[in-house]
T-cell receptor, first 111, second 114 residues
Framework: SQTIHQWPATLVQPVGSPLSLECTVE??????LYWYRQAAGRGLQLLFY??????ISSEVPQNLSASRPQDRQFILSSKKLLLSDSGFYLC??????????FGPGTRLTVT | KNQVEQSPQSLIILEGKNCTLQ??????????LRWYKQDTGRGPVSLTI???SENTKSNGRYTATLDADTKQSSLHITASQLSDSASYIC?????????????WGLGTSLAVNP
């Protein structure tokens, strides 16, 4: 069966510090991978999606970037965090327009 | 503008009672509609997915309906349990050629009290 991992589970970072969130998927090959952010009182916002190694599509211009160095690894990064980057970050795998399966999420607080 | 609106924003019911959550959408062209359950601090988990031709689908005590003509969906929860306390999110897949996107509602926060 497929499983999806995210770490860390929670993170508190000062403004201006770098960020690296990791997501890995097991039990499937060549999955479509997604990064979402869920801010307080807001719906899920798609940040990036990837259909293959090195292929990243950005949905919203922002202070973040994503990379897919391996087939089942998806990384979300920032060089300098902003207060507005706080939120709940979710990684998912699946098909575009099809079913998506979510990881446990990372709660990021930028102070 | 492609939008998904859910009501009520929040709901409190007693354990054992039934409830119905509403979802209205203006997404076009439409591909499918899903309902997700999201426990606090966790990722969403899919409950149901319906295409244009389906007007009802059940998953245990959860029954979703879809009226593609009026662009409305509902999620009915029967005999609620404490573990049903969560946010329920309606998501519509926007089918525009090969670029399909998910339009997420803000969710209904359900609290089931003993």
């Amino acid at each position: 069966s497929q499983t999806i991992h995210q770490w860390p589970a929670t993170l508190v970072q000062p403004v201006g510090s770098p960020l690296s969130l990791e997501c890995t998927v097991e039990g499937t090959s060549n999955p479509n991978l997604y990064w979402y952010r869920q801010a307080a009182g807001r719906g899920l916002q798609l940040l990036f999606y990837s259909v293959g190694i090195g292929q990243i599509s950005s949905e919203v211009p922002q202070n973040l970037s994503a990379s897919r160095p391996q087939d089942r690894q998806f990384i979300l990064s920032s060089k300098k965090l902003l207060l507005s980057d706080s939120g709940f970050y979710l990684c998912a795998w699946g098909g575009i327009g099809g079913e998506q399966y979510f990881g446990p999420g990372t709660r990021l607080t930028v102070t | 503008k492609n939008q998904v609106e859910q009501s009520p924003q929040s709901l409190i019911i007693l354990e054992g009672k039934n409830c119905t959550l509403q979802c209205n959408y203006t997404v076009s062209p439409f591909s499918n509609l899903r309902w997700y359950k999201q426990d606090t601090g966790r990722g969403p988990v899919s409950l149901t997915i319906m295409t244009f031709s389906e007007n009802t689908k059940s998953n245990g005590r959860y029954t979703a309906t879809l009226d593609a003509d009026t662009k409305q969906s509902s999620l009915h929860i029967t005999a609620s349990q404490l573990s049903d306390s969560a946010s329920y999110i309606c998501v519509v897949s926007h089918a525009a050629g090969n670029n399909r996107k998910l339009i997420w509602g803000l969710g209904t926060s359900l609290a089931v009290n003993p």
